[in-house]
């Protein structure tokens, strides 16, 4: 887990640094380090890249399973208080940091399910040929769940409701991230396709 963290500090965490800290960071990088971000900083970097780790690289660039999941949340919130009782961070940012992980462990193998639920049901969506469909009842891209009832979910933009198992919308949280294509037919929405699912 602590080599995923180190690979996605890398690769992701300069967007995070100051201007003299990024100057420094693309010179040692331009020059072939391409593990620049943790040769040049110490572990004081890691809470603030810790949201993108566990929402955004966790999800999208490695193929985790529930448990590889759910150890990224168990593994940094461990990290996090050690870098505490190690006086690598304050208190207070391990606390956040440390919380954000707990998240992270409940949150990550919940929408990785959900994200399977919604596949399925896309699977199952009428065929609709997309050339039959008004703009306005066509969406591709990546939304936010806006609402949730049992056995429904809406998503930002008035997309909805789209009709999803029980399990889906007990698992579906507000704010959590989706890529869709869907399209509206008959006053009825339909999932046509599903990405990935962001907590």
């Given at each position: 887990m602590i080599r995923l963290l180190r690979h996605s500090l890398d690769d992701y965490a300069y967007s995070s640094l100051s201007k003299a800290e990024?100057?420094?960071?693309?010179?040692?990088?331009d020059a072939g380090d391409e593990q620049a971000?943790?040769?040049?900083?110490g572990p004081e970097k890691i809470p603030e890249h810790l949201s993108e780790f566990l929402a955004y690289f966790m999800v999208r660039k490695v193929m985790?399973?529930?448990k590889l999941l759910r150890a990224a949340?168990?593994?940094?919130?461990?990290?996090?208080?050690?870098?505490?009782?190690?006086?690598?961070i304050e208190p207070e940012i391990a606390q956040v940091a440390a919380d954000r992980a707990r998240d992270g462990a409940r949150d990550l193998p919940a929408a990785d399910r959900l994200g399977g639920l919604l596949q399925d049901v896309a699977a199952r969506a009428p065929d609709i040929d997309v050339d039959?469909?008004?703009d306005k009842d066509w969406v591709e891209e990546q939304l936010m769940i806006s609402e949730i009832e049992p056995g429904?979910?809406?998503?930002?933009?008035?997309?909805?409701?789209?009709?999803?198992?029980?399990?889906?919308?007990?698992?579906?949280?507000?704010g959590w991230m989706v890529f869709v294509v869907a399209a509206r037919r008959k006053g009825r929405w339909h999932?046509?396709?599903v990405g990935s699912v962001y907590p």
């Open positions: 990024a100057k420094q960071f693309k010179a040692a990088y971000f943790c040769h040049l900083f985790a399973g529930q949340g168990t593994v940094t919130g461990k990290l996090m208080r050690w870098l505490e009782t190690q006086v690598y039959d469909v008004d429904r979910i809406w998503f930002e933009s008035d997309i909805g409701p789209i009709e999803v198992p029980k399990r889906a919308s007990d698992l579906a949280k507000p999932l046509l396709e």
